[in-house]
């Protein structure tokens, strides 16, 4: 009797313990999801949430604030996460902010990250959506790393075989490592180019100073900087010098065709030049020509004086006398 009596009070102590703890553990349990607290709910659209689960856990600054009460998927790039936050966030979150998806340190489990947004905003509400930014996932880094990784190979190759070109002398730049001449030649021509540019600079430091003395606004270079009309003129005279040049390149063109007409025996000049017979029946016929002149004068003046004419030549000299005075 005895004996069960303590098997009794055993029993009733071990279930009341387990009673207890259940309650215990229920009352955790449901307090880590919030299910005996004031909430309210907000949404995400993500288009990957990267193994998030329902019941992961929603931080906001890095502080424990809710849990993701449902993932449903619309499409292949529209996952909607709601979120059940507690009630007490409602004065600290606004509808800037923005939520990630993340991991719970190295291999923790997926937790959704709420930050503020930049600048003021309004608080938020239950039901509302804020922003979502979708982080790059550990596969896509891997993908990423891989190519990289492949990239870096082809890199290595190449980089071995120009290396490999080098000790063998390949190239230009493998005559410069090894060819001690070639070396020289290129060493010298730098000298010699820092000289011409040092030459250079110097002829411009003298022409600037050329440039600097001279007196600008008592020379010709400043009308025609200052004065439009000058520019003009100058311009209208360029022009005018110019057709001029065409017009003399024309008459040495002109002349140029007449000389080479003249000495090819074309025309009266060359005939002129070249007839020896008709220069002189020319000469001649000038001889004669003065030498009637000669005699006509001695003719006229012995009319003057002769007294069948004389009255006649006198009356003429008195006509263009009075005329003379009138």
Known sequence: ?????????????????????????????????????????????????????????????GIDIGTVNSIEMFNDTTIVVTMVIQEKMLQHIRKNAIASIGSDGLVGSMIVNIVPGRGAGEPIASGDQIV???????????????????????????????TEKLKHNKGTLGRLLNDSVMSNNLLQTSINLKKISAEANITLEKLNGIITDINFENSVADVLLSDSISGQQMKSILLNLETSSQKMASISHTLDSLSTTISKGKGTINYLATDTVLVDQLERTMQSIEEGTARF????????????????????????SKENKD
């Open 1 to 61: 009797m005895d004996k069960t009596t303590t098997e009794k009070i055993r029993l009733g102590v071990f279930v009341t313990l387990g009673t207890i703890l259940l309650v215990l553990a229920a009352y955790f349990i449901g307090n880590r999801q919030n299910l005996f607290g004031n909430t309210f709910t907000i949404n995400a659209v993500f288009k990957n949430v990267n193994g998030l689960q329902k019941g992961n856990n929603v931080r906001y600054s």
């Open 132 to 162: 979502s930014y979708s982080k790059i996932g550990a596969d896509d880094m891997l993908s990423t790393l891989n190519v990289t990784n492949e990239n870096a190979a082809l890199l290595t190759a190449d980089l071995l075989e120009i």
């Open 297 to 320: 004068n001695e003719n006229m003046e012995a009319l003057k004086h002769n007294f069948l004419t004389r009255r006649y030549f006198r009356k003429q000299e008195k006509a263009a």
